[in-house]
T-cell receptor
Framework: AQSVTQPDIHITVSEGASLELRCNYSYGATPYLFWYVQSPGQGLQLLLKYFSGDTLVQGIKGFEAEFKRSQSSFNLRKPSVHWSDAAEYFCAVGVGNTGKLIFGQGTTLQVKP | DTAVSQTPKYLVTQMGNDKSIKCEQNLGHDTMYWYKQDSKKFLKIMFSYNNKELIINETVPNRFSPKSPDKAHLNLHINSLELGDSAVYFC??????????FGPGTRLTVL
């Protein structure tokens, strides 16, 4: 069965520090992978996605993610975190062409001044 | 110009009542979805419609009934509300797999 695991429920980083949020997936075929961000009281916004090709994908707001098939991972990174990045981050895998997304549990990012 | 809008934003009601949440998208997308986010922020798909046709129907109690009058609207009607239905319900739309645009959510509280 398809699943997504985000091992870190809560992460705190200092402003200006680098960030890596982990995501592991379980999926039988080549996955479609996504990272979404949810600011407090808001809906979700797509940060980036991987369908095929280059395994390092660039997204909005300075985020990038790397697909590693051997590790079944799709970790999200940002070289320098801003206070406005504090939010909930969700990794998701897309199921075929159905449009269905299976989400991980989310990681809450707190940014210290 | 709001891409995906939902009404109401907050809904507080008593157990046993029937309520509806409305969703509209002005992006011209063919596919619309309903997701439920529980108190632990876990997101799970409930339904999806493509051009007014139901294509995903997850294991959801049949008290929940989606209705799509046209491809720009997908409403969610809930009968006989229960305490466990309290959650945030998100509507979303997409034209391609995975790039879903989410509405702001409707926080439903059942007392």
């Amino acid at each position: 069965a398809q699943s997504v695991t985000q091992p870190d429920i809560h992460i705190t980083v200092s402003e200006g520090a680098s960030l890596e949020l982990r995501c592991n997936y379980s999926y039988g075929a080549t996955p479609y992978l996504f990272w979404y961000v949810q600011s407090p009281g808001q809906g979700l916004q797509l940060l980036l996605k991987y369908f095929s090709g280059d395994t390092l994908v660039q997204g909005i707001k300075g985020f990038e993610a790397e697909f590693k098939r051997s590790q079944s991972s799709f970790n999200l990174r940002k070289p320098s975190v801003h206070w406005s990045d504090a939010a909930e981050y969700f990794c998701a895998v897309g199921v075929g062409n159905t449009g269905k997304l299976i989400f991980g549990q989310g990681t809450t990012l707190q940014v210290k001044p | 110009d709001t891409a995906v809008s939902q009404t109401p934003k907050y809904l507080v009601t008593q157990m046993g009542n029937d309520k509806s949440i409305k969703c509209e998208q002005n992006l011209g997308h063919d596919t619309m979805y309903w997701y439920k986010q529980d108190s632990k922020k876990f997101l799970k798909i409930m339904f999806s419609y493509n051009n007014k046709e139901l294509i995903i129907n997850e294991t959801v109690p049949n008290r929940f009934s989606p209705k799509s009058p046209d491809k720009a609207h997908l409403n969610l009607h809930i009968n006989s509300l229960e305490l466990g239905d309290s959650a945030v319900y998100f509507c979303a739309s997409s034209q391609q797999t995975g790039h879903e645009y989410f509405g702001p959510g409707t926080r439903l509280t059942v007392l």
